[in-house]
């Protein structure tokens, strides 16, 4: 059987060929030991893992369309729907978007290139990394595909900087083929601080970007070709990222992602999710497993893979143990913000202040402060009654929580806008949803002016609400 070798990858005990086999049955790859002098395009044979023959050479414009007829093949184009109209509606829009995108990445798949998957590290962005990690390990089982060149990498921030981009182009260093590497984002934000990582990343990379984030002005990301958010298709961000990745993942393989899906949906605060429903403690789980990588998984390494993740929801004893963990130290936490905490009225709504150094437990990193205000305003709301926004503040960053029913007359993102505008030297950053956002300070400042400033420019919209 005659194979082209699409891809070459350095190891530390040699080099290994990514060699594809196209006939009328499907497509067949292999990995196997590179023959000194193997160039991208041999035609080869294989016996034993190992190249025993190089008989000519094929044309990439020749690979390329087979590739493009096969890949075009294993796209499953057929319409997911969910039980929610509404989001059915948008998907449909996004549908060619979607096909294209899908396309591209199977390419990769088919033809060897390398692949960075980056998800952000709460439960919207690994839920959306699951789900693809699934779909992608049934297609490379399922059409003999390969275990894929792809490296997972968890995000602990909402910008793709410089220092992102050199280190996606060093992970690929030792690996050529005749397609681009790709990049695939999930959840990382609309901020214009990811304008110089994009830009270095672009010229060399292939690039998917998930999210569902308002579109910042200025953010360049949304030129890219594979730019995929519901806000530009009459969504809006209770169409989570990781939805978005669960909808890519249905072009790939048909697996069963609806508690997956869910756990997205809750991870977020999304208005489509069944808070009590299948996937809600997964939402819990991920949070968890994303917050705090040694205690979830015993790795000494700061990432978390969906692999990682897998592991432990397939294993239901390590799941429960892991689950009573969180809950408890999510309880302990919200009782010390009840005691470390400052209200300011606001016609018959508060303005809670907390300082999460002071609930912030020695011993782990969960809950990690984002995902803490979320669910310490829900607690709020529910023993208070009132309409309410939190203000939660740790190191240089101020994390914003705003209740859902005062959203519209608390314009956060605005706030933050005319705060960096007045603040330019004391704010580094600032941006999110309009019911979940960050200020990042500059270096050095104080953070009660700030504090101050927030509350003031919050009291009117709140009063106006709960009047």
């Given at each position: 059987m005659e194979y082209v070798v699409t891809?070459?990858?350095?190891?530390?005990?040699?080099?290994?060929?990514?060699?594809?086999?196209?006939?009328?049955?499907?497509?067949?790859?292999?990995?196997?030991?590179?023959?000194?002098g193997m160039k991208l395009c041999n035609k080869v044979e294989i016996q034993d893992g190992s190249i025993t023959k190089i008989s000519g050479t094929a044309q990439i414009d020749e690979i390329e369309t087979i590739a493009d007829v096969e890949t075009e093949q294993m796209v499953l184009s057929g319409e997911y729907k969910t039980a929610i109209k509404e989001l059915n509606d948008i998907v449909l829009r996004m549908r060619p978007a979607l096909l294209s995108?899908?396309?591209?990445?199977v390419k990769k798949l088919l033809l060897g290139a390398h692949i960075v998957i980056r998800f952000h590290n709460d439960a919207d962005g690994s839920s959306g990394a699951y789900a693809l990690y699934k779909a992608i390990d049934g297609l490379l089982s399922e059409k003999n595909l390969?275990?894929?060149?792809?490296r997972w990498a968890m995000h602990r921030g909402v910008t793709y900087d410089v220092t992102d981009a050199i280190n996606d182009k060093s992970s690929a260093a030792n690996t050529v083929c005749i397609e681009k590497p790709l990049l695939v984002i999930i959840d990382f934000g609309?901020?214009?601080?990811?304008?110089?990582?994009?830009?270095?990343?672009?010229?060399?990379?292939?690039?998917?970007?998930?999210?569902?984030?308002?579109?910042?002005?200025?953010?360049e990301g949304k030129k890219l070709q594979f730019y995929l958010n519901p806000w530009q298709f009459g969504g809006t961000s209770d169409f989570t990222a990781g939805f978005l990745a669960i909808v890519l993942s249905k072009t790939l393989a048909r697996t069963d992602t609806k508690e997956i899906e869910n756990a997205s949906f809750v991870g977020d605060y999304s208005k489509y999710a069944d808070k009590n429903g299948p996937g809600s403690e997964l939402a819990t789980l991920l949070d968890l497993l994303t917050s705090d990588v040694r205690i979830a998984v015993g790795q000494q390494t700061r990432n978390l893979t969906p692999k990682d993740i897998d592991t432990v929801v397939m294993n239901k004893g390590r799941y429960d143990e892991l689950l009573a963990y969180s809950k408890a130290k999510m309880s302990e936490a919200i009782d010390l913000a009840l005691q470390h905490m400052k209200t300011y009225k606001a016609g018959d709504g508060n303005i809670y202040v907390v300082d999460f150094d002071a609930v912030r437990s020695e011993d782990t990193k969960y809950p990690l402060p984002g995902r803490f205000s979320s669910k310490l305003l829900d607690k709020l709301i529910e023993r208070n009654k009132g309409k309410a926004v939190l203000l939660l503040y740790f190191g240089s960053f101020i994390s914003i929580r705003v209740d859902k029913r005062v959203a519209e007359s608390v314009n956060i993102l605005g706030i933050i806008a005319e705060l960096k505008n007045?603040?330019?030297?004391?704010?580094?950053?600032?941006?999110?949803?309009?019911?979940?956002?960050?200020?990042?300070?500059?270096?050095?400042?104080d953070r009660s002016d700030i504090l101050r400033n927030l509350i003031s420019a919050i009291k009117p919209g709140l009063a106006k609400s709960s009047a």
């Open positions: 891809g070459i990858r350095g190891t530390a005990s040699g080099k290994n060929c990514h060699c594809v086999h196209f006939d009328d049955e499907g497509v067949i790859v292999q990995d196997a030991a590179c023959k000194d995108a899908s396309r591209m990445l390969g275990s894929g060149r792809i609309t901020s214009v601080m990811s304008n110089a990582g994009i830009k270095n990343i672009s010229s060399e990379f292939d690039v998917i970007w998930l999210d569902h984030h308002p579109l910042e002005e200025g953010f007045s603040h330019a030297e004391e704010i580094e950053s600032g941006g999110g949803h309009g019911t979940a956002a960050n200020i990042k300070l500059s270096q050095g400042y």
